[in-house]
């Protein structure tokens, strides 16, 4: 049997507004039950690049197919394939939560048959039973993003767009949506943009970073940390006579650099931060090398670079690129 379309398929997509370039040349594929997120500062191209996806926009030039087919061609089969919920979220304040969903269902083309149990299904997936009478206006914000959620795949749709679909949440309800969001892999592909990195990591398979309307790394976020970011640290807090500690490490790893924090606590203990370019674990073989040589050791740990790290290194790196001067001909 043939292998099935990817989910998403873009292709040097462009997108400019009065000659100002919102999106250029961005190209990245999701495949079939993948949960990307889709991440870049204010005004790098994020929300255009959904929009064009959804059909909502046209794109000024490139291509883009969902499941197999072209959005720029068959507009209205798209919009069946993909349930999106935008950024502000946009709901009759004076509809029941019940009736508003009934009433997208029909919209979407769910058949009355059907309808009813879909509807108890996703009250029940989002957490919405208590409140499936209440009118939307009288819910609080973390409800009405969970109505959103709950219009948005009703129809068992392929594929979820989400642009901030935690914006404005608290931390229990930010949890409860990352649940919800979680327990959607395999079943349907979703693409969320969000500020929240830490969501992001938690949740996502894989993540795309965009700046400037550019694609700036994609990837798993430990293959990012590991391409953007390079080095490994540990931290150490050592006593002792530290005069061999450079040789002892360099014999452990050629690449381990030092430096200190501050000076030696009451206890005689120093912090110090040790950085090399391996990317595998040098825990062990370092604490073998400070003990031979009589050092005591409280405490060695590695820390592990955060997804912000990656996003703050990558989007830098972008605008470096930009900024540094060009080479002028001779």
Not at 96 to 104: A, D, G, I, K, T
Not at 159 to 164: A, F, L, N, R
Not at 166 to 179: A, E, K, S
Not at 287 to 301: D, F, G, I, K, S
Request: aromatic letters at 4%; glycine letters at 8%; hydrophobic letters at 40%.
């Amino acid at each position: 049997m043939p292998d099935q379309p990817l989910a998403i398929e873009v292709s040097h997509l462009v997108k400019t507004y009065a000659g100002v370039t919102a999106v250029a040349d961005i190209s990245f594929s999701v495949a079939r039950g993948e949960i990307i997120g889709f991440l870049g500062p204010n005004g790098a191209g994020k929300s255009t690049t959904m929009r064009i996806l959804t059909g909502y926009l046209p794109a000024t030039s490139g291509h883009v197919s969902i499941c197999g087919m072209s959005v720029a061609h068959h507009p209205d089969d798209i919009k069946r394939k993909i349930g999106y919920m935008p950024e502000n979220n946009p709901l009759p304040e004076d509809m029941r939560v019940s009736e508003y969903l009934y009433f997208r269902g029909r919209l979407k083309e769910v058949s009355r048959r059907k309808l009813g149990p879909r509807i108890d299904e996703v009250l029940e997936l989002c957490d919405l039973k208590r409140v499936r009478h209440k009118i939307i206006g009288q819910l609080s914000k973390g409800y009405r993003q969970r109505v959103g959620i709950a219009e948005a795949i009703l129809a068992e749709p392929p594929v979820i767009i989400m642009d901030e679909p935690t914006i404005g949440l608290d931390p229990h309800q930010i949890l409860i949506v990352r649940d919800l969001i979680a327990s959607l892999r395999g079943r349907m592909t979703v693409i969320i943009s969000s500020h929240i990195l830490p969501e992001i990591e938690m949740t996502c398979d894989r993540v795309l970073i965009i700046n400037q309307g550019r694609v700036v790394a994609q990837g798993t976020p430990a293959d990012l940390r590991r391409e953007i970011l390079g080095q490994s640290n540990y931290q150490l807090e050592v006593a002792g006579d530290l005069g061999s500690l450079p040789s002892a490490l360099t014999a452990v790893e050629a690449t381990l650099t030092i430096s200190a924090s501050g000076e030696p606590d009451p206890d005689g203990f120093r912090a110090l931060t040790l950085t090399t370019d391996r990317a595998d674990e040098l825990g062990e073989p370092i604490l073998r090398a400070l003990l031979a040589q009589n050092l005591r050791v409280r405490a060695l740990t590695r820390t592990h670079s955060t997804l912000e790290d990656v996003f703050l290194a990558a989007t830098r790196r972008s605008w470096d690129a930009v900024a540094a001067p060009k080479p002028v001909a001779k």
